[in-house]
């Protein structure tokens, strides 16, 4: 029953795409357990990025990450993280399975809308990156 970190990149959040990615958390019977508005610092996005660091995409995802507000999530429930994967699809949205978040929405493989934790142990690191316990609901 691990909590996972979701985002709600700038472009999703720019395109006006924020309820309607709330909705498909809620449909698929995940639980919010944390929300927040965001505006990253180069700071923020540089250290919350860092195991992408070197990688040719990396200036430019965090010009990208940093270039609007974001809303960061907390999302909990039976196998969050695996279903909050599956939801957003792969990360390149032409390889996005179809109904899936990228799929429908994304822009390219940068533009993408949408981030989740990848395992249980980056979840845990990144749903502390932004926030503190007392600002989690807890699990009944
Ligand atoms: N990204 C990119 N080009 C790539 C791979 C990734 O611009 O070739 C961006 C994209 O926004 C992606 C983020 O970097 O969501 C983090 O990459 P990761 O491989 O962790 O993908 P994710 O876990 O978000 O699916
Ligand atoms: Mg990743």
Redesign the pocket.
Known sequence: MANTLGIIKPDGVRRKLVGRIIARIENAGLILRGMKVLQLSREDAERF?AI?EGKP?FK??VE?ITSGPVVVLVIGGHRSIERWRDLMGA?DPARAKYHTIRREYATS??Q?IV??S?GPETAGTEVAFFFQEDEILPKE
Do not use: A, E, K, S
Request: proline letters at 8%; hydrophobic letters at 40%.
């Open positions: 990025y992408h995409f430019p995802l990208f990360t493989i940068m993408n981030h989740g990848d």
